[in-house]
Nanobody
Framework: QVQLVESGGGLVQVGGSLRLSCAPS????????IGWFREAPDKEREFVAA????????YYADSVKGRFTMSRDKAKNTVYLQMNSLKPDDTAVYYC???????????????????WGQGTQVTVSS
C-alpha cells in the first residue's frame, strides 16, 4: 500500500529548476516530520531537507542550502521541494518520507522515518 505519493521529477539541464510534490494517500499529515532523501547509484541514501508539519520549520543539508526550498500547503495537505540551480551531483532518486512521531533530534536520519514514497528520478544533464 502506497503511503506517500510523489511527483515532479524529470530531466533538466544544469542550472535549471524542478519542483517535487509529496502527499499522503488517503489520510492527512499529522504532527509529523516530512523529509526528502535522495539516493544516487552506488551511494548511500542521504538527507536533503525536512519540514516539521505543525510548525513549518525547515532543515537542509549543507549541499543544497540556498538552492532548495521545502514548503508545505496545509490546505492541500502537500509538501514541496523547490530545487533551483541544479547540478549534476543532484542526480538521484528522490524519496519523500514521514516520521509520524515528529522527533526533532533525528530529523536528518532516514532510519527514523516510518512511511516512504515510491521515489521520483531527478536527472541533471551537463
Amino acid at each position: 500500500q502506497v503511503q506517500l505519493v510523489e511527483s515532479g521529477g524529470g530531466l533538466v539541464q544544469v542550472g535549471g529548476s524542478l519542483r517535487l510534490s509529496c502527499a499522503p494517500s488517503g489520510r492527512a499529515f499529522g504532527h509529523s516530520n516530512i523529509g526528502w532523501f535522495r539516493e544516487a547509484p552506488d551511494k548511500e541514501r542521504e538527507f536533503v531537507a525536512a519540514i516539521r508539519w505543525s510548525y513549518g520549520t525547515t532543515y537542509y543539508a549543507d549541499s543544497v542550502k540556498g538552492r532548495f526550498t521545502m514548503s508545505r500547503d496545509k490546505a492541500k495537505n502537500t509538501v514541496y521541494l523547490q530545487m533551483n540551480s541544479l547540478k549534476p551531483d543532484d542526480t538521484a532518486v528522490y524519496y519523500c518520507a514521514e516520521d509520524v512521531g515528529g522527533i526533532l533530534s533525528s530529523i536528518r536520519d532516514f532510519r527514523n522515518y516510518d512511511y516512504w514514497g515510491q521515489g521520483t528520478q531527478v536527472t541533471v544533464s551537463s
